[in-house]
C-alpha cells in the first residue's frame, strides 16, 4: 500500500523567505501526487497536483512542485513566502487500484511578518 | 453556497452515545469520503463510497458506521463514543478523478 512521509512537521519562516517542505511517497508504480492546504479555519483545499509529464508542476498562489521519481519525492517549493501562506500543508498520493488518497502527516508552517 | 457542507460543525458529547455527523454535497460527485484529522497523524480515512451501493471501509473504520442516503448524503454514525474519537472530521467528495478531492468545513467532535 501507499504510504506518504512528510519529515517537516513546523516550520518557521520570516516573509520573503524561500520555502521548501519535504515529500516522499513509498509506491515505485506510476503515481499521482498532490499538495493540499489548510488554511487556519478553513478546509483542505488543493495546491497543485502531478499526473504525468512535466516533472514541474505550478499551483495557485505561487506554489510549484517537483516530481523526481528516482528520489520518490514530491517537494513543494516557493520563492518567497507571505504571512498568508501560514497554513498546514498536506501531501497526498493516490492509492493506485482502490481510488483513494493516502496523506501524509502534515507540515504547520508559520510565517512571521 | 458551498459545494459540500457538513453538520454540525461543533459538537460535544459524553463517552457512550450515539451521534451522527452529516455531509451533503452539491457537485453531483458519486465518490464521498469521510476523514478524521488529528495533530500529529494527517488526514486517515474512515469510510468511503463510490455510489450508493457501494461502500468501503478505510484504515481506521473501527468504531464507525456509515450510511449513504443518496448521491449527495453521506453520513457518519459513532455508535458509542470515546474519548479517543475525539478529532476534526472532514467529508470530501471526487468526480470522475477520484484523487482530486473537494473537502468540507468539517465538524469538531469532543468526546468528554
Known sequence: ?113 | DADVTQTPRNRITKTGKRIMLECSQTKGHDRMYWYRQDPGLGLRLIYYSFDVKDINKGEISDGYSVSRQAQAKFSLSLESAIPNQTALYFCATAGADAYEQYFGPGTRLTVT
Not at chain 1, 488554511?39 to 516530481?67: C, M, N, R, T, W
Not at chain 1, 520563492?79 to 500543508?89: G, L
Open chain 1, 1 to 113: 500500500a501507499q504510504s506518504v512521509s512528510q519529515h517537516n512537521h513546523h516550520v518557521i519562516l520570516s516573509e520573503a523567505a524561500s520555502l521548501e517542505l519535504g515529500c516522499n511517497y513509498s509506491y515505485g508504480g506510476t503515481v499521482n501526487l498532490f499538495w493540499y492546504v489548510q488554511y487556519p479555519g478553513q478546509h483542505l483545499q488543493l495546491l497543485l497536483k502531478y499526473f504525468s509529464g512535466d516533472p514541474l508542476v505550478k499551483g495557485i498562489k505561487g506554489f510549484e512542485a517537483e516530481f523526481i521519481k528516482s528520489k520518490f519525492s514530491f517537494n513543494l517549493r516557493k520563492p518567497s513566502v507571505q504571512w498568508s501562506d501560514t497554513a498546514e500543508y498536506f501531501c497526498a498520493a493516490g492509492d493506485t487500484g482502490f481510488q483513494k488518497l493516502v496523506f501524509g502527516t502534515g507540515t504547520r508552517l508559520l510565517v512571521s511578518p
